[in-house]
């Protein structure tokens, strides 16, 4: 993953030297498990682990020209290491195991680490909604579908549903971490035919792992199921991003991004202030997406295993975490300093849409009073169509129609004054606010 989209601590997980570090743990753990157990001598575990190298720069390098000679990076780190341990304990490294035991356990490992700042990041974007949701319960906005305005609705219940999403990611992201935070150490076909099961077991004991069946790899539908997880994140914060892209336009204007001092929107004209977090976040929901179709490719191996999940692992696991973290954090940002615009809200809900939002209170007045739909529906379609077209108030278009005060009665203004009341639309729009009650922030 480029620097840019690499946070230092989830970046550092995936380093090589991290990498390398969590397949020498597994190693030692597995022969001092081994020697627990009387498969090798006690003396060897403990000089294994006085000899261990340390994974730094200089042992990376020198695995990495070993692979030159080996072709294959599990090999060379054996090599390497056993080398270093020196005899009589370094031939006892990687003692009864195969590649897999030592990449799957170690990969393991990295992702429940990896999930684990994930979920940090997570509790700090629910908490960031159900703050400022709270906070706007009662701010009035029109709500809009197919990008029309529809009826009214508050800014706090579009945030609301926005958490409840992002709670739900975070209850994905916790499965995950579950289904991933599994480790075997079998042998070639995950059989235990040169291991004993024990070794197994303590060694993800050590690791806080749970030790299960697999052939020679671990099934690959345990980290489609992580990369899942964070394309399912990408998916929520990308809608969350579209929605204020589109209330930041100036046309709308009832939102905009934090804007920092010194900042420039555009390198040619000062007036800009562009959604670019926004727009950068829907881009990485997109890559995010891509890698959860490339880790199900990866389900389907042949046999025992094949390596042709090797390859796209090193690219996705990596950076799908990396980007979920970045983007999980970007976007908790962006919740924490929205400028919402409150005045104009109020001002397109009731000024904007000429009090177009409340024609359906109108047109259930209409049925209420004994016209059939179809007819109620014509005379409400008609003066909403005319207001719009002259750029007129809706209730002063209605409160001309005879037709509409025929059937209505002496009862009209009292009927109308009842539809375009904004408290009675809104007058159950608490109950999305409540069901923040029961998320965890």
């Known amino acids: 993953m480029i620097p840019r989209y690499s946070p230092p601590e989830m970046a550092a997980l995936f380093s090589d030297e991290a990498r390398l570090g969590c397949w020498l743990e597994v190693e030692l753990l597995a022969l001092e498990a081994a020697a627990e157990l009387g498969a090798v001598p006690k003396e060897h575990a403990s000089a294994a682990r006085q000899h261990a190298p340390v994974v730094d720069r200089a042992f990376v390098d020198a695995v990495n020209a070993r692979e030159q000679v080996t072709d294959h ?36 490992l990295t992702l429940t680490r990896a999930c684990d700042l994930l979920l940090s990041a997570s509790d700090a974007f629910v908490g960031a909604l159900k703050e400022r949701a709270i906070e706007h319960a009662g701010t009035v906005e029109v709500g809009r579908t197919h990008g029309m305005h529809a009826e009214p609705t508050t800014f706090g219940v579009k945030l609301a549903l926005f958490c409840l999403q992002a709670d739900r990611d975070r209850a994905r992201l916790r499965r995950a971490r579950e289904a991933v935070a599994v480790g075997k150490l079998s042998g070639a076909v995950g059989t235990y035919s040169n291991i004993d099961p024990g070794i197994e077991a303590r060694v993800c004991a050590a690791l ?37 892209r589109h209330l930041q336009r100036s046309e709308v204007a009832e939102t905009e991004e934090p804007f920092a001092e010194g900042q420039k929107g555009s390198s040619a004209m000062p007036h800009k202030r562009n959604p670019i977090t926004s727009e950068r976040l829907v881009g990485l929901a997109r890559v995010l997406r891509g890698y959860l179709v490339a880790g199900m490719e990866d389900v389907a191996l042949w046999h025992e295993r094949d390596i042709s999940h090797s390859s796209v692992e090193r690219i996705v696991l990596p950076d799908a975490s990396m980007l979920a973290y970045y983007a999980l954090n970007r976007a908790t940002r962006l919740v924490k300093g929205l400028v919402v615009r409150t005045e104009r809200m109020r001002e397109n809900l009731l000024e904007g849409s000429l009090g177009l939002v409340f024609s359906q209170p109108v047109l259930l007045a209409l049925v209420n009073a004994e016209l059939s739909r179809d007819a109620a529906y014509r005379i409400v379609q008609r003066d909403a169509r005319q207001a719009f077209e002259r750029r007129e108030a809706f209730r002063d278009v209605l409160a001309r129609d005879h037709e509409l005060r025929a059937a209505l009665g002496e009862r009209a203004e009292h009927v109308l004054d009842e539809a375009f009341d904004l408290d009675r639309a809104l007058r159950h729009a608490h109950r999305t606010i409540d069901a923040l009650k029961e998320v965890e922030a």
């Open 208 to 244: 806080g792992l749970r030790p299960v069946p697999a052939s020679q790899v671990l099934a690959r539908d345990r980290h489609a199921e992580f990369l899942y997880a964070t394309a399912a994140v990408g998916a929520t914060i990308e809608a969350l991003a579209t929605e204020l």
């Open 73 to 108: 990076d599990v090999a060379a780190f054996v090599d390497v290491v056993q080398a270093a341990i020196g005899p009589p304990a370094g031939p006892f490294v990687h003692h009864g195991l195969t590649s897999s035991d030592v990449v799957d356990t170690a990969l393991a």
